[in-house]
């Protein structure tokens, strides 16, 4: 409306005028020098004059929803100007123009064809003139004018949801804030109640109120209950014209749910438990599950399990299942029926999220009494310890008893037990045990510098019942007792110079004894009886573990003597004494001056000019150097030998050498002999290959003479044998033919070796029927033909 009449004060400035319908009327200038008038007429049916002034301009109104047969009234348009006799013509432009509204273009009346909605458009702006007729030029100027749609009730209060969903805890105060919802009314806010809005709870009582103008919804009950209801309903009406009657409405559901809160406690839905465990059970192993209810739900339900008293605390734990929330009892220690067999413990049930607005409830535990019976079974035989430590000395007699291990049956049936060693950790069966009594005792004798340690297993098993048997490691140690003689600690090579002065220390001996000596070794060393007054050295014992070898004398002569033996004897203190004889090997060097070593070979003597050690390796270097010489050169020359006579760049493979040799049959005796090939005495033993180079010539091997009815076939067989086993065959890369039909072969032979006819009786007039590619062939026999012919 305010657009409207601003722009209208626009077109109307400095105008004033008197207006006799409105205030909003105005005045405008027209066209002064003569009182032109145009009369709008409105449904108001007020006629309008004016003087001296061209246009009068309304704002007309328009009921919407108009429900007539006939086209709605909106007003007429007038120019004082129209005589009436048809010379001018209304024209009507704008919005809706000549669609919504149309003009009479005669008498200027304004009509709506259609039904209006203001929820649609509420106001429509047109534009009117008056023309000329004949001319079609303007009379009046153009004026503006508005209609506006005038509303009516006709739209219900519509929800911006269809569904609201809305949660609360539970247990919540009267006036807790609940949702709010919200209906909006399409019908004009400024005319009248129709778009006033008032809200009103249809279903939900008592549980929920909404307030009239908010559509606030809030508790109205104390002390919800989830576990009692935890889905309401509750539908919501929206009505407009302030609620009162004849007012249209409209309705939503609000969906509203009660969250949880931990306000229960759990509860054991029975005070005492009974349980039943073998007393096999193994620890670790669960025997029972408890449950204690709690109404609530997700971590307000969470429970945690406990024991808290009972003659079982130590031997029983209880944890909790996180997906079920039970309570699981396993047994923490093994059970002995025979000891007891009946265990009563207290088992509590605690909330672990309590809310402490809910601790006036009570309190959020509970407790039940759980009584577990211990059953009797079959138990294997329980050793009397978990393992056995043995010690025993090496020297110990076979079949003697070193050890004893004991097991019972702790059923109360004392079933007898038999013993037995494993096998599997006493491969050699070095011990054996008494069945009976479990008395271990030996069966091979025992070496501790072998082993010191045997680990074997004992097995105890019930006679009446076999499969109840029971395993107990036994750790034998073998202790060490003085049954070894020290020896040298290493290999001595000791040598003496020809020039050394007497007295003089040429080695140091020392020693070692595999035997165990919990005091440390103590070793004495001295000559062998036989060479203690004759041996050309003598041996000072340092009291040390060690001994040294001196010289007795000045000088020594290889060529005399050049190599010693000096027999020393080792004994330990130990009991019973050790000793053992040991041989020094002493070898007769020739030194320099300074006494380091030169030669100790006795031939040396003979030259005495001899090489020193670095010419003997480069004469050794010279002669290896010659013969590779030597080797690489014979090679060389070997591989030239074998070289083909046919040489050609190309491969070998790709030529034929060909021998245009025909036979000439039975009777060319000279052109090949089959006595030869029946009788090798003839074969020429100068005869060599054509192909290569001769090389070193093999012997012809001797072979029986063929009987002159040999068969050809059992010749070549033989032959063949012989060629494979003869290093004198040719090569691999040469292929040796041997070419036998048989006997009696249907095609009969096609050699000329036994041919019967001759050349003068074949006729080859054929060839020339096979075709162009036997032209050749043609030709030239039917040439020899023709020669013999002529």
Same mark, same amino acid.
């Given at each position: ?20 319908l409105t205030?909003?009327?105005k ?15 409105g ?27 006939d ?26 123009a ?6 009479n ?7 709506? #064809? ?16 008056a023309?000329?007729?004949r001319?079609g ?9 508005i209609?506006?749609?005038h ?21 919540s ?25 008032v ?8 549980y ?7 559509g ?7 002390n ?5 209801r935890?889905?309401?309903?509750v539908?919501?009406?929206?009505k ?39 007393e ?19 971590e ?13 605390y130590d031997?029983?734990?209880?944890? #909790?299942?996180?997906?079920t ?24 049930? #605690? ?57 019972q ?6 079933n ?9 950790? /006493? ?33 105890a ?18 202790? /060490?007792?003085?049954d070894?003689a020290?020896e ?6 000791t ?7 007497a ?38 014992d ?20 050049s190599?010693?033996?000096l ?14 004889t ?5 070898r007769?060097c ?33 002669i ?51 006595g030869?090939?029946?009788n ?27 009987r ?8 070549i ?20 033919t ?18 019967v ?11 020339? /029927?096979?075709?162009p ?18």
């Open positions: 409306m305010r657009t409207y009449h601003c722009f209208w004060l626009l077109f109307w400035a400095g105008q004033p005028h008197q207006s006799f205030s909003l009327s005045r405008t200038s027209g066209f002064p020098e003569k009182g032109k008038v145009l009369v709008l007429s449904n108001s049916r007020r006629e309008l004059s004016r003087s001296k002034r061209s246009w009068m301009w309304n704002q007309f109104f328009l009921l919407e929803e108009y429900t007539g047969t086209y709605q009234y909106v007003g007429k348009l007038h120019s004082d100007q129209d005589k009436g006799d048809g010379s001018l013509k209304y024209i009507l432009s704008g919005d809706g000549g669609d919504l509204f149309i003009i273009e005669n008498t200027g009346d304004i009509q709506a #064809t259609k039904r209006l909605d203001r929820e649609e458009k509420p106001v429509y702006i047109l534009r009117a003139q023309i000329n007729r001319t030029r303007p009379v009046e100027p153009e004026s503006e004018f209609i506006k749609i509303d009516i009730n006709d739209n219900e209060p519509m929800f911006t949801k269809d569904v609201y969903n809305a949660s609360i805890p539970e247990m105060d009267v006036g807790t804030f609940v949702v709010q919802v919200t209906a909006t009314d399409a019908d004009d806010p400024t005319y009248g109640n129709s778009a006033k809005v809200y009103s709870i249809l279903q939900g009582q008592p929920f109120s909404v307030e009239s103008e908010t606030i919804i809030k508790t109205a009950l104390l919800m209950d989830r576990e009692n935890e889905q309401y309903q539908v919501i009406q929206a407009d014209m302030g609620g009162q009657m004849g007012g249209l409405s409209g309705t939503t559901t609000v969906n509203i749910t009660l969250t949880d809160v931990n306000d229960n406690p759990p509860r054991f839905p029975q005070s005492t438990y009974q349980f039943r465990a073998p096999s059970t193994p620890p670790d192993s669960p025997i029972g599950r408890i449950k204690a209810n709690d109404a609530d739900v997700d307000n339900a969470e429970i945690e399990y406990s024991i808290t008293e009972g003659d079982g031997m029983f734990g209880i944890t #909790t299942d996180k997906d929330q039970e309570g699981i009892i396993t047994v923490k220690k093994a059970l002995d029926f025979e000891n007891k067999n009946l265990y009563i413990l207290k088992v509590e049930a #605690t909330n672990t999220h309590v809310d402490p607005r809910f601790l006036y409830l009570g309190p959020f535990k509970d407790s039940a009494t759980v009584r577990i019976q211990v059953e009797d079974v079959d138990e294997p035989p329980v050793f009397s310890r978990p393992a056995y430590i043995i010690e025993v000395k090496e020297d110990v007699p076979i079949n003697s008893v070193i050890g004893t291990v004991t097991a049956d702790p059923d109360a049936a004392k007898p037990v038999k013993y037995s060693v494993d096998r599997h950790t /006493d491969m050699d069966r070095v011990f054996n045990i008494d069945s009976g009594n479990g008395s271990i005792f030996t069966s091979k004798p025992l070496d501790r510098e072998t082993l010191l340690w045997h680990n074997i297993t004992v097995i098993a019930e006679i009446n019942n076999p499969k109840q048997s029971s395993r107990v490691p036994v750790f034998i140690k073998v202790l /060490d007792v003085n070894n020290p040298f600690a290493m290999f001595y090579e040598f003496v110079c020809e020039n050394a002065k007295e003089q220390l040429i080695q140091t001996l020392s020693a070692v004894d595999k035997d165990d000596s919990y005091s440390g070794h103590q070793f004495s060393f001295s000559l062998a009886p036989e060479a203690a007054s004759s041996s050309n050295f003598t041996l000072q340092n009291r040390d573990n060690t001994a040294g070898i001196f010289t007795r004398k000045t000088r020594y002569s290889r060529h005399e003597m190599t010693y033996l027999p020393v004897v080792i004994s330990d203190n130990d009991y019973p004494i050790q000793s053992s040991e041989t020094v090997t002493i007769v020739a030194c320099d001056h300074r006494g380091k070593m030169l030669s100790c070979n006795a031939e040396a003597l003979i030259h005495p000019t001899g090489l020193s050690t670095g010419a003997l390796i480069a004469i050794l270097l010279c290896i150097i010659l013969l590779v010489t030597v080797v690489l050169f014979a090679a060389l020359r070997r591989q030239r030998k074998k070289e083909p006579l046919i040489i050609s760049k190309e491969d070998i493979r790709d030529n034929i050498v060909s021998y245009n040799d025909e036979g000439g049959g039975e009777e060319d005796t000279q052109a090949f002999d089959i030869t090939l029946r090798p005495e003839a074969i020429d033993d100068n005869k060599l290959r054509r192909d290569i180079v001769p090389e070193t010539l093999f012997m012809p091997r001797r072979t029986a003479t063929a002159d009815n040999t068969d050809v076939r059992d010749f067989n033989q032959r063949l044998k012989e060629n494979d086993t003869d290093p004198a065959a040719p090569p691999y890369d040469s292929l040796a041997y070419a036998y039909e048989g006997n009696g072969s249907v095609a009969e032979s096609l050699s000329s070796l036994e041919s006819t001759t050349d003068g009786d074949q006729d080859y007039d054929y060839l020339s /029927d096979w075709g590619r036997f032209k050749k062939l043609a030709d030239m026999y039917g040439t020899m033909d023709s020669d013999k012919d002529s």
